[in-house]
C-alpha cells in the first residue's frame, strides 16, 4: 500500500516528514535523497549495501567530471602522452 501526504519545504530549504511516515525512522538516521527531472525520493540509508554505496559515489564523481568538462575545466592529450600524463597522477 502506498501512503501519500503532503508537506512544505521551509525557508531554510527544511521539510517535515509527517508522523504517519517516520515508522521505521529515529533521531539521526540518514537519508539518501535521489532526484531527478520528476521527481524526489527518500530513502533510509542503512538499506543500502556496500556495492549501492559505491556505485553513487561513483554516479556524483561522473556528474561533477561531466560539468567541468561543460565549463571547459579539462585538459587534452593526444594518445602519445597519454602514459605520461598518467604517470603523473
Known amino acids: 500500500m502506498v501512503n501519500i501526504s503532503v508537506t512544505r519545504m521551509s ?3 527544511q521539510i517535515v516528514i509527517p508522523v504517519s511516515m ?3 525512522l529515529k533521531v ?3 537519508i539518501l535523497i535521489i532526484h ?13 549495501t556496500k556495492q549501492m554505496k559505491e ?4 554516479a556524483r564523481r561522473t556528474e561533477e567530471a561531466y560539468r567541468r568538462i561543460e565549463a571547459g575545466e579539462f585538459i587534452s592529450i593526444d594518445s602519445e602522452n597519454l602514459e605520461e ?5
Open 22 to 24: 517516520r515508522a521505521n
Open 36 to 48: 531527478d527531472d520528476e521527481r524526489i525520493i527518500l530513502k533510509k540509508s542503512d538499506k543500502l
Open 11 to 13: 525557508s531554510k530549504g
Open 55 to 58: 556505485d553513487l559515489e561513483f
Open 85 to 89: 600524463e598518467m604517470n603523473k597522477w
Open 28 to 30: 539521526g538516521d540518514d
